[in-house]
């Protein structure tokens, strides 16, 4: 039966293209012009203006602050939308290592492994897509409601554009309203289907690790072939060339898991620092925000936002840890089979093997930190620290 274990990623795909990021088979040039004017008009232009409206800010810390942390979150956005542009030819290896025949499950328990991850994927990525979807449509419509109902004002929903005058931004606060609505609609899409596709890469690699765990506990139980059930076949059968070619492909699987684990890290390396990087200080300016007045709901969305934030960075980070100790967990394997009785090569390549997975797989950003629960527990630590920094410096003022 054959597997493609790349369908879990259709949804992801169909934003791809639709957002402008992923070409696929389309090489026309009206998908890249069109490519072009989409990032520039949703991505580029709006941080750029974005980036200018700070400039014109007034000098007042909570205001500064309220946009700051919008801010980061673009950069954070910006860093994976740059990535699918200049990293296209290399996720599409991705793609295609996965759908290569070392990576097809040949038994009934891989296989039932692989579509537990598949289904687990997608699992994840409906309900990431509807929290996101309601946090965002709650975030753009309730200021509009409370605009007609109850004559509110209308503030823009991200950046007060400060380059403009109020009068002006009364008079095209519809316009604008509707720009940055749209706007941060596409960005929340493109953050949703790239950090899914991200982290479904990481179970999918855990999955095979799972595979090729169990392979090695059965790599030498060589039994002698029969041609019918309870009929033993006349011809000898070498149990031990049969468990070291049964090994030898344990230790290409292994390979090939990790030649795929190091281009994972070199494709999303840059953009897992940004995104870290961009978390740590959202949660550390929304600490610093929550000790300066605000009505009761700005409260609310500064604790909600914060711990989204937490979430975004603790996923990555639980699955890099299972990704370490199902790795971990492949040399206790090969000493589970019964090696003892096999030939001197078998145990040379069981050797070789062993140490080579001593080393334990791992996604790294940055080339700084480790994907772990650790690392989580030391970006933590480090928001908290800049918090108490900042409290510091404004009671000392």
């Not at 069109?34 to 409206?53: A, D, K, T």
């Not at 800010?57 to 699918?84: A, C, G, N, W």
């Not at 690790?209 to 506990?217: A, E, H, I, N, S």
């Not at 937490?310 to 890099?320: D, K, Y």
Request: hydrophobic share 45%; proline share 3%.
């Amino acid at each position: 039966m054959e597997l493609h274990q790349v369908d879990c990623f259709k949804m992801n795909m169909r934003f791809w293209k639709f957002l402008a990021i992923w070409p696929d088979n389309d090489s026309s040039r009206s998908y890249k012009y069109f490519s072009i004017l989409f990032i520039g008009i949703v991505v580029i232009l709006y941080n750029v203006l974005f980036s200018i409206s700070f400039y014109f800010l007034p000098r007042q810390l909570d205001l500064f602050i309220e946009e700051l942390i919008f801010y980061f979150t673009e950069l954070s956005m910006f860093s994976k939308v740059m990535t699918f542009v200049f990293m296209r030819k290399k996720i599409k290896e991705v793609l295609r290592i996965l759908e290569t025949d070392i990576f097809q499950p040949d038994d009934a328990e891989g296989l039932a492994l692989v579509t537990k991850a598949k289904n687990f994927i997608m699992m994840y990525y409906k309900i990431d897509f509807i929290i996101s979807g309601t946090s965002n449509f709650a975030h753009v419509v309730a200021p509009v409601l409370g605009h007609v109902i109850f004559k509110a004002e209308l503030l823009l929903p991200v950046t007060r554009y400060s380059f403009f005058s109020d009068a002006l931004t009364q008079k095209f606060i519809y316009i604008l309203y509707a720009y940055q609505a749209v706007g941060i609609h596409f960005h929340m899409l493109y953050n949703i289907n790239i950090d899914t596709f991200f982290v479904g890469l990481m179970i999918l690699i855990i999955a095979q690790l799972d595979v090729l765990d169990g392979k090695l506990r059965r790599v030498a139980d060589v039994e002698q072939d029969t041609e019918n059930e309870g009929e033993v076949s006349r011809e000898p059968v070498d149990k031990n060339r049969k468990a070291v070619t049964n090994l030898n492909g344990c230790i290409i699987h292994f390979d090939e898991i990790s030649r795929l684990c190091s281009l994972v890290e070199e494709i999303f390396s840059t953009t897992l620092f940004c995104q870290f990087s961009m978390a740590s200080c959202i949660i550390c300016v929304c600490l610093f925000r929550f000790t300066m007045p605000a009505p009761v709901r700005y409260y609310i969305f500064l604790a909600t936002y914060m711990s989204a934030m937490m979430l975004q960075i603790l996923i990555p980070c639980f699955f890099g840890t299972r990704l370490m100790d199902k790795s971990n967990l492949l040399v206790f394997s090969t000493y589970s089979c019964d090696w003892t009785p096999r030939s001197r090569q078998f145990k040379s390549n069981l050797r070789l093997f062993v140490e080579r997975a001593n080393k334990p797989l791992s996604l790294t950003g940055g080339k700084m930190f480790c994907l772990s629960l650790n690392s989580y527990t030391s970006i933590m630590n480090s928001a908290y620290s800049f918090f108490t920094l900042l409290q510091h410096m404004q009671t000392r003022e």
